[in-house]
């Protein structure tokens, strides 16, 4: 009798090992690796099967994946939205498949109804934080800023122009005089610099460059240091993220501020889905996750060293 309450036990306990769909965006950027990385941990440690899908950044790779979710039945569907618009019609899919689906990292259009909850930080914060940053660190000298945008017509992108335009309203001696996406990757970060530094008098007219995450930020200070100038002191660096490279940039006096953004994500996900697979628990529909400037007085090395292997 014993023998086989136990069995029957474990059964249930497998019948309720929940499978879960990831459409993950890529693997542009190292705070997108870490996202990875940390999502498949937690699911591994929670005994979720992960069906995970790497969309090489490519919107209708994403929506092929969530509609293959849907066929295969999954318990949910996690969603790292490459760009905000054209959501609607899967997400309804989903709804009418009754998948929930949680948000990792990036916000969509969609009317909120159309999914569970979304795991994220304030991105217009993030901005807001590092303009605040730069018009501390520079006063009232004259600063001509330029801009590496994110991937275009992705939240993070438009959120964190608009908190750095916030951050610096009303310091009009610190004026964003070229911006341009850099998709979030190191290469075309460096090759956006090298047309701003060309575009800006060799970038001996550039006070600052302000990248929406630091991996188009340390492309950035390769060109500028192939440029012939310091970055971190002819041109001040200030970006989002908080990844590795960054903390070991600001180690060398090349990079002068990061917004942390965390990479896990997927924690705050399985615990919203595990209440909901309970008994139905509906969670806020946004769960914040929070942001901390961090500079050269923070330890960058230590910082450098407590990330390192994080899967970044
Ligand atoms: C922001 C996240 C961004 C990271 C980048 O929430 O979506 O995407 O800041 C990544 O590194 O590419």
Not at 212 to 238: F, R, S, T, Y
Not at 259 to 282: C, I, Q, R, S
Request: with cysteine; hydrophobic share 40%; charged share 25%.
């Amino acid at each position: 009798l014993l023998a086989s309450t136990v069995a029957m036990t474990f059964i249930g306990l497998a019948a309720q090992a929940q499978t879960v769909g990831f459409s993950q965006i890529g693997s542009e950027s190292g705070w997108r690796a870490a996202e990875t990385t940390l999502t498949k941990q937690q699911a591994e440690e929670r005994g979720i099967d992960l069906k995970f899908s790497d969309a090489q950044q490519k919107q209708e790779n994403q929506i092929a994946a969530i509609r293959s979710f849907i066929a295969q039945g999954v318990d949910a569907i996690l969603l790292a939205p490459v760009v905000a618009t054209g959501w609607d019609s899967v997400l309804e899919e989903a709804k009418e498949a009754e998948i929930p689906v949680v948000l990792l990292d990036r916000r969509v259009d969609s009317s909120d109804d159309l999914y569970l909850t979304a795991v994220g930080s304030d991105l217009v914060h993030e901005g807001k934080v590092a303009g605040e940053w730069l018009v501390n660190e520079v006063g009232d000298a004259e600063c001509r800023v330029v801009e590496l945008q994110g991937t275009t017509g992705s939240s993070p992108a438009i959120d964190r122009k608009t908190g750095f335009e916030e951050g610096i309203a009303g310091h009009d001696n610190i004026e964003i005089v070229r911006s341009q996406t850099g998709d979030f990757t190191r290469a075309q970060g460096k090759e956006v610099m090298e047309s701003f530094l060309q575009a800006e008098n060799g970038g001996k007219d550039i006070c600052a460059l302000y990248a929406h995450n630091d991996d188009m930020a340390v492309g950035a200070i390769q060109a500028i240091k192939e440029a012939g100038l310091k970055p971190g002191e002819d041109i001040l660096i200030v970006s989002i993220d908080a990844v590795p490279d960054i903390f070991k940039a600001m180690a060398d006096g090349e990079a002068n501020a990061t917004v942390e953004l965390t990479p896990n994500m997927a924690g705050p996900a399985f615990d919203a889905l595990d209440a909901y697979w309970k008994d139905g628990t509906m969670p806020e529909k946004f769960i914040q996750t929070e942001s901390k400037l961090y500079t050269p007085e923070d330890d960058p090395a230590g910082e450098y060293e407590s990330r390192k292997d994080l899967g970044y």
